[in-house]
């Protein structure tokens, strides 16, 4: 049986707005109300990809499969805005999913990140 994927999102530390140029300039429509956020697609559970990005997570050959931003800024797991969205079969599936909800967060003027 194939993988299922599933998208995520963290919340972020407000200081990420300040403190990071690129999340900054990303986000030029908020207005410091909303949150800031981090969204993401995976193959394993949200709360154990949320632990590896915390960590640092390397894979066996060392690359770095987490991201800085989560690892420096992210505080929790924000299950209300992704649990109505059901897994997926195909990683493509989640991609377009994962930026489809990242662009909806960012018109309700949330402050979001995705890769």
């Given at each position: 049986m194939a993988a299922k994927?599933?998208?995520y999102v963290i919340e972020l530390s407000r200081k990420v707005?300040?403190?990071?140029s690129r999340f900054?300039?990303?986000?030029?429509q908020y207005n410091g109300v909303l949150e800031c956020l981090y969204v993401g697609m995976t193959s394993k559970d949200p709360?154990?990809?949320f632990e590896q990005h915390r960590s640092g997570?390397?894979?066996?050959?060392g690359h770095n499969l987490s991201?800085?931003?989560v690892q420096k800024y992210g505080r929790f797991l924000r299950p209300s805005l992704y649990s109505h969205i059901e897994p997926m079969n195909t990683r493509e599936e989640?991609?377009?999913m994962e930026e489809k909800l990242a662009l909806e967060l960012r018109r309700q003027r949330y402050a979001v990140w995705w890769n």
């Open positions: 994927y599933r998208v707005f300040t403190e990071h900054r300039l990303a986000n030029p709360r154990e990809r997570y390397r894979n066996k050959q991201s800085n931003i989640a991609l377009k």
